[in-house]
């Protein structure tokens, strides 16, 4: 999963969290994850590129600005895996629960 792949990297989840707040520009973005992760504004602008290319974030073009936010349909994707993936451990984990209990009570008839 290409959104997957593009969050795997600490300065693109950074960019989205601070998306996540609301839109923001490029320059916005840059000096943030700048500051925090110590990288450039060209590197920065990479960062911005795959989270583009992986269809997370859209951008306009405002004058001299670029506009980011965040792409609502992916993350709705990202979820919808994500709810499968935990489905699937619910299942097996309720049914570890049911035989961790099936164990004590018969520890309990044991000792009684």
Same mark, same amino acid.
Do not use: C, N
């Given at each position: 999963?290409?959104?997957?792949? &593009?969050?795997?990297?600490?300065?693109?989840?950074?960019?989205?969290?601070?998306? &996540?707040?609301?839109? %923001?520009?490029?320059?916005?973005?840059?000096?943030?994850?700048?500051?925090? !992760?110590?990288?450039?504004?060209?590197? &920065?602008?990479? @960062?911005?590129?795959?989270?583009?290319?992986?269809?997370?974030?859209?951008?306009?073009?405002?004058?001299? =600005? +670029?506009?980011?936010?965040?792409? +609502?349909?992916? !993350?709705?994707?990202?979820?919808?895996?994500? @709810?499968?993936? =935990?489905?699937?451990?619910? @299942?097996?984990?309720? $049914?570890?629960? %049911?035989?961790?209990? +099936?164990? =004590?009570? $018969? +520890?309990?008839?044991? %000792?009684?």
């Amino acid at each position: 999963m290409e959104a997957l792949d &593009a969050l795997g990297d600490p300065v693109r989840r950074r960019m989205v969290q601070l998306l &996540a707040r609301g839109e %923001t520009t490029a320059g916005e973005l840059a000096r943030a994850v700048g500051d925090e !992760f110590s990288i450039s504004q060209p590197a &920065a602008s990479r @960062h911005l590129r795959v989270l583009r290319e992986a269809e997370l974030v859209t951008s306009e073009v405002d004058g001299a =600005r +670029r506009i980011y936010r965040l792409q +609502r349909s992916a !993350f709705d994707e990202l979820d919808d895996w994500l @709810h499968e993936v =935990r489905a699937f451990w619910d @299942h097996k984990l309720d $049914a570890l629960e %049911t035989e961790v209990a +099936r164990g =004590r009570r $018969a +520890r309990m008839k044991e %000792t009684d």
